[in-house]
């Protein structure tokens, strides 16, 4: 089946510093995923923070960007100085673009981020 | 703004006892979605539904049961809590098409004592 792998179930990054969440996946029967990152702030639901549709291609938003790499089936998210707001769980996820019957999205495990001051 | 509403937000239920989800949306979507997730694992879908008044299986319906009895609501039922049914549970919602965005609840967190 298919799936998605984040190996840091926890981080904790000073404010300001640099953030990496490292994010594979294996789509065995989706010939070309969809990838995203979704984002939980405290007390929200999951919000869609962006997404790559195409191999190769770079999304980025809220000063965040990941970049589809199918060789490597990696799309991992980066952000270059992060903020206390930038506290919350980030899931990598994908989906079958041809949408399928049920549209589905498979997740990660989860990142909780911590930024400390 | 895409609303998706899930009540109630929390609930403690007892072992063998029924349980029901709510799930609300003002978003005119056909696409309605009932995931679940327990720590350390991501979200993982149970039912869905496409179109009012028909519910198909996710990847792990076992336990569950589904209704959508209009385009807006989608309730999960819980016939028989278990314990292992402890968990928070997400609503989710999109517009019909290959790439269109998916709206999600708050989540309900769920425990089964």
């Known amino acids: 089946g298919d799936s998605v792998t984040q190996t840091e179930g926890q981080v904790t990054v000073s404010e300001s510093k640099s953030l990496i969440i490292n994010c594979t996946y294996s789509a065995t029967s989706i010939a070309y995923p969809n990838l995203f990152w979704y984002v939980r702030y405290p007390g929200e639901g999951l919000q869609l923070l962006l997404k790559?549709?195409?191999?190769?291609q770079k999304g980025s938003s809220r000063g965040f960007e990941a970049t589809y790499n199918k060789e490597t089936t990696s799309f991992h998210l980066q952000k270059a100085s992060v903020q206390e707001s930038d506290s919350a769980v980030y899931y990598c996820?994908?989906?079958?673009?041809?949408?399928?019957?049920?549209?589905?999205?498979?997740f990660g495990e989860g990142t909780q981020v911590t930024v400390i001051s | 703004e895409a609303a998706v509403t899930q009540s109630p937000r929390s609930k403690v239920a007892v072992t063998g006892g029924k349980v029901t989800l709510s799930c609300h949306q003002t978003n005119n979507h056909d696409y309605m979605y009932w995931y679940r997730q327990d720590t350390g694992h991501g979200l993982r879908l149970i039912h869905y539904?496409?179109?009012?008044?028909?519910?198909e299986k996710g990847d792990i319906p076992d336990g569950y049961k589904a209704s959508r009895p209009s385009q807006e609501n989608f309730s999960l039922i819980l016939e028989l809590a278990s314990l292992s049914q402890t968990a928070v549970y997400f609503c989710?919602?999109?517009?019909?098409?290959?790439?269109?965005?998916?709206?999600f609840g708050k989540g309900t967190r769920l425990t089964v004592v």
């Open positions: 539904s496409y179109v009012a008044d028909s519910t």
């Open positions: 790559v549709i195409t191999a190769g």
């Open positions: 996820a994908l989906s079958d673009r041809a949408g399928g019957l049920s549209g589905k999205l498979t």
């Open positions: 989710a919602s999109r517009a019909q098409g290959a790439n269109t965005e998916v709206f």
